[in-house]
């Protein structure tokens, strides 16, 4: 009963969770774009390497190249990690293509950073690409919403019709406002994690 109840919980607390993903998401795609602009500066390759993202393509593994660097803006010392993409814009692939990517940025180095003026500590050295695409994000973020909408009215279906005494139109009513609440709150979450960004 009382997992029952946390499930249903849950599930209406998805929009909040999709709400807050996709502000993040869209934050990367405004960073990609405004990376174009960005002031740039010397940075040193201090560790190049390949890492497995887990995911497989016909049955192979596929490797992403990362590399550490470090940078000085004003004074300031910092140290950032990317995983680059190729000259086409390839982010992941075989472990030889992600090897020949990564030794195009060998330890001891110097690369040319981009780097936010407003927020040093991001930068990148590919200016104006994204780790999301617009497509990818504007589907999947369609799909997560309407996949919440319908956890959340079924959460609250299930809750008002086993612990209210109230009709199945009312309950339906009370997901769609809860819903709207949610995303409300997952809005709110994600403007108050833009507040504690570090500066």
């Known amino acids: 009963m009382i997992i029952a109840l946390l499930i249903q919980l849950l599930m209406i607390i998805t929009p909040a969770i999709s709400a807050v993903t996709l502000g993040l998401k869209y934050d990367e795609l405004k960073r990609g774009r405004a990376s174009k602009e960005w002031p740039a500066v010397k940075a040193a390759v201090t560790n190049s390497t390949i890492v497995d993202t887990g995911k497989k393509q016909k049955g192979q593994n596929l490797y992403q190249p990362e590399i550490s660097l470090s940078y000085s803006v004003e004074s300031e010392s910092y140290t950032v990690k990317q995983r ?27 690369v040319r950073l981009y780097y936010n003026p ?82």
């Open 118 to 199: 407003q927020r040093p500590q991001q930068a990148t050295v590919l200016p104006g690409q994204a780790t999301v695409n617009k497509n990818q994000w504007l589907v999947i973020g369609s799909v997560m919403l309407l996949f919440s909408f319908i956890l959340c009215v079924l959460g609250t279906v299930a809750i008002t019709q086993n612990y209210l005494t109230v009709s199945t139109a009312v309950s339906f009513i009370l997901g769609i406002v809860a819903f709207g609440l949610m995303l409300m709150l997952g809005f709110l979450l994600y403007l108050l994690a833009q507040e504690f960004r570090p500066k």
């Open 84 to 110: 680059p993409s190729d000259t086409n814009g390839q982010r992941e692939g075989t472990k030889q293509w992600a090897r020949e990517v990564a030794l195009q940025y060998k330890p001891d180095t110097a």
